[in-house]
Nanobody
């Protein structure tokens, strides 16, 4: 089992920045690809970003490319999502996710197939 706990959400004005963190415990963190998903009210949970187990590769949804950056620190068992130039349409609950491969994270439909989830942290962007 892998336990994931997100933090860093909150209320921010459009154009602002937030950094989300996800602390992992349980099985060896470095064995897993990590990712972030988000779910807005009335919408499916969707892929945001993913990072390879060693940080060598990163992937992003088109809607966040150039604004969001995913990173990880395996010594701290933590993955981050730096979000810049936030827009009202980024408002959602953000979930940390872990799976064996980034492919699983990148191709998950409505989050199906992901091995582990955090409980989420709310990000609200005001206009």
């Amino acid at each position: 089992q892998v336990q994931l706990v997100e933090s860093g959400g909150g209320l921010v004005q459009a154009g602002g920045s937030l950094r989300l963190s996800c602390a992992a415990s349980g099985r060896t963190f470095s064995n897993y690809a990590m990712g972030w998903f988000r779910q807005a009210p009335g919408k499916e949970r969707g892929f945001v970003a993913a990072i390879h187990w060693n940080g060598a590769s990163t992937y992003y949804a088109d809607s966040v490319k150039g604004r969001f950056t995913i990173s990880r620190d395996n010594a701290k068992n933590t993955v981050y999502l730096q979000m810049n130039n936030l827009k009202p349409e980024d408002t959602a609950v953000y979930y940390c996710a872990a799976s064996r491969t980034t492919l699983t994270l990148r191709t998950a439909v409505a989050g199906n197939g992901v091995d582990y989830w955090g409980k989420g942290t709310l990000v609200t962007v005001s206009s």
